[in-house]
């Protein structure tokens, strides 16, 4: 059970389709959280996705911080602390250096990726088992700086129906995605009637999700681009994340007034 990463993978991965071209979806100072509740009546916990500029090696970059936590009754069952960190160029989107620390049940993980694109090379050091491996990647993004990097492109002439793929770089290795757009719809929120696009990841069926298709997320279709829901089918229950906060956004938060 993995709720997190999986909340956060596609957070990722859905972010990818919606950016204009003429606006920036995103800037410094952007906060986003996440309600999560498991079979529709539980609440599972939150997750909080962050962007500050910060300094790297004497060099300007935007630094994103993921972050979720099980609370409540689950967290009676199954502790989740988990944390992502992702150092990104301003101009040009790629990652520099990302991290992650996770507790998941007992299930812990500390690595941190240094990415050198003049080499195409990832350098994994894993803290847990003391190991160290360099490997060969071409144009990589890391599983928080592909969240922005995907905003950021223009695909605004998308049509149902069609797929958007793209690769993640994730503990040592890449991983392909394919998105679906499904059309676009009104989702009554916290917020009020947002216009969203309706995106289905097509997924890995087995351990997590029940099958390959059991993935749906809505996005607002404004400037921003922000993930408003998520829903997941998952091997045992479902999952569901809903936008609960926001601040720092680049554009207006579009709501719909009856």
Same mark, same amino acid.
């Given at each position: 059970m993995r709720k997190k990463i999986v909340f956060f993978i596609f957070l990722v991965a859905a972010q990818s389709i919606f950016s204009q071209c003429c606006k920036t979806a995103y800037k410094s100072g952007e906060w986003l959280r996440f309600d999560m509740s498991y079979s529709g009546f539980l609440k599972a916990g939150t997750a909080v996705?962050?962007?500050?500029? %910060? %300094?790297?090696?004497?060099?300007k970059v935007l630094h994103a911080v993921g972050k979720g936590k099980t609370t409540g009754v689950i967290s009676w069952f199954f502790k989740v602390d988990d944390r992502y960190e992702s150092y990104f160029g301003i101009d040009k989107v790629e990652p520099y250096? !990302? %991290?992650?620390k996770i507790d998941e049940g007992g299930h812990k993980k *500390?690595? /941190? #990726? $240094? !990415? *050198? /694109?003049? %080499? *195409? $090379?990832?350098y994994v050091q894993d803290f847990r088992k003391k190991k160290? $491996?360099?490997? @060969? #990647?071409n144009s990589p993004q890391d599983m928080i700086s592909t969240f922005y990097f995907l905003r950021s492109q223009n695909i605004k002439n998308l049509k149902k129906g069609e797929e958007i793929k793209l690769d993640m770089f994730f503990d040592n290795k890449s991983y392909p995605f394919k998105l679906k757009f499904l059309g676009y719809e009104t989702l009554k929120t916290k917020f009020g009637k947002v216009k969203t696009l309706k995106f289905r990841p097509l997924v890995q069926a087995g351990r997590v999700f029940k099958a390959q298709e059991s993935v749906t997320i809505w996005i607002s279709a404004d400037d921003n681009k922000i993930p408003v829901k998520m829903k997941a @089918?998952?091997? #045992?229950?479902?999952?569901?994340a809903e936008l609960d906060a926001y601040k720092g956004l680049a554009n207006p938060f579009e709501i719909i007034v009856d």
């Open positions: 996705l962050e962007l500050k500029e %910060k %300094k790297l090696d004497d060099k250096l !990302f %991290k992650r *500390n690595r /941190h #990726v $240094t !990415f *050198n /694109h003049d %080499k *195409n $090379t990832a160290d $491996t360099l490997i @060969s #990647v @089918s998952l091997a #045992v229950g479902s999952l569901r």
